[in-house]
């Protein structure tokens, strides 16, 4: 039989609580061997989605297919597909990280003669091989923790983990290890986990799902959401001077640009931002630059292009569909046909 295209199939998925909606409409695939990030500000829906792909929590319209299976119709023979952290991850404190992952992996039906060779391996990729595999739960620092999640979510060999928030509450440098870890990952197994650190995802992920107030707002490689929310060049630039003299070379030179200064100390220390939806010319701020160097009251100490970041791409999608969402209220108070957000 040929293997099912999508590793993670979701379409049309609903869900209200109450008369409230947590997740509207909502399609999208992951295909196999992914390793997909799931964005959206709080509450946009992310956890309730998690959970209906892993048969935790029903839909109340729409369906979801693991690796072809139906969710809804074969519960457990998905969930013996899917590796699942849940959000908090929530471990008990009394057990040692190998009793626990021993007791998790007999529960999951791992065979007693794998049983060491699979949780060394885990232990190992999750770098709990050391000290840490001895210790008490309760006494682990909260990166040691979400490893233990993680590892708990691989126990099996999944083909399909899901994490939720996997690096939620960590310090940079435990965000870093947990980076690495999920990068490991890549190759064993498909990976969709849903984070609020959007370096972190710009890394790991080779593909990014930004879900807003329940629905998909946008859904691309980085580079891909780069070109639709951001298109154009943005460039950095670092003056010394009077800011009248640079705005009136702006206005000569950058006229049909966007910029925006930056709040500084010092009057004369002027930072800025330049924006151009100019795609394809090579360097829009050469004319800029010249005249900058050129004139005896300005000093030129720095200029630079900005690549986007998923920040900057979030902020645009996310602030796009509340723009969207408020033209609908508008539109259907004012009795014409609401527009549809995708
Ligand atoms: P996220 O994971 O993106 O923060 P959630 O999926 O947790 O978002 O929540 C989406 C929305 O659904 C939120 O408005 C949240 O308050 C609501 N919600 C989540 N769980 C419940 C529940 N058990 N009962 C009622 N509302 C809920």
Not at 76 to 81: H, N, T, Y
Not at 105 to 117: F, Q, T, Y
Not at 163 to 168: G, K, L, R, S, V
Not at 171 to 178: A, G, K, N, S, T
Request: aromatic letters at 6%; charged letters at 25%; one cysteine or more.
């Amino acid at each position: 039989m040929d293997s099912p295209p999508y590793s993670i199939e979701a379409k049309h998925l609903t869900k209200m609580y109450g008369r409230t909606p947590a997740v509207r409409d909502l399609s999208f695939q992951v295909r196999p061997g992914e390793v997909v990030g799931f964005l959206g500000p709080n509450g946009a829906g992310k956890s309730t989605t998690l959970r209906i792909l892993t048969g935790l929590l029903a839909a109340t319209s729409g369906e979801a297919w693991i690796n072809g299976i139906s969710v809804a119709r074969e519960p457990s023979a998905i969930k013996r597909q899917i590796g699942y952290m849940a959000e908090n991850n929530p471990l008990p404190e009394d057990f040692r990280v190998s009793e626990y992952l021993r007791f998790r992996a007999r529960l999951k039906g791992v065979p007693r003669r794998e049983l060491r060779s699979h949780l060394d391996s885990i232990l190992e990729t999750c770098d709990l091989h050391r000290k840490a595999r001895r210790k008490v739960i309760g006494a682990l620092s909260k990166g040691f923790r979400q490893r233990v999640g993680i590892a708990d979510a691989l126990i099996g060999n999944p083909q399909i983990t899901i994490m939720d928030e996997p690096t939620i509450g960590l310090d940079p440098h435990q965000v870093i290890l947990i980076r690495d870890l999920i990068q490991n990952l890549r190759g064993r197994t498909t990976v969709l986990l849903s984070s609020h650190i959007l370096s972190e995802v710009e890394v790991c992920c080779d593909r990014v799902l930004i879900l807003n107030q329940g629905r998909l707002v946008a859904s691309g490689t980085p580079a891909e959401l780069r070109e639709t929310f951001v298109p154009g060049a943005t460039y950095r630039l670092e003056v010394i001077g009077q800011r009248t003299v640079l705005e009136s070379l702006l206005q000569k030179y950058a006229a049909d640009w966007r910029h925006r200064f930056d709040q500084t100390d010092d009057p004369k220390d002027l930072r800025l931002r330049i924006s151009t939806d100019e795609r394809d010319q090579e360097d829009p701020t050469q004319a800029l630059t010249n005249a900058i160097h050129a004139n005896p009251e300005l000093t030129l100490r720095a200029w630079h292009k900005i690549d986007p970041n998923l920040e900057d791409i979030f902020l645009i999608a996310t602030r796009r569909s509340w723009e969207l969402s408020e033209e609908a209220l508008r539109d259907k108070n004012s009795g014409n046909q609401p527009e549809v957000i995708s």
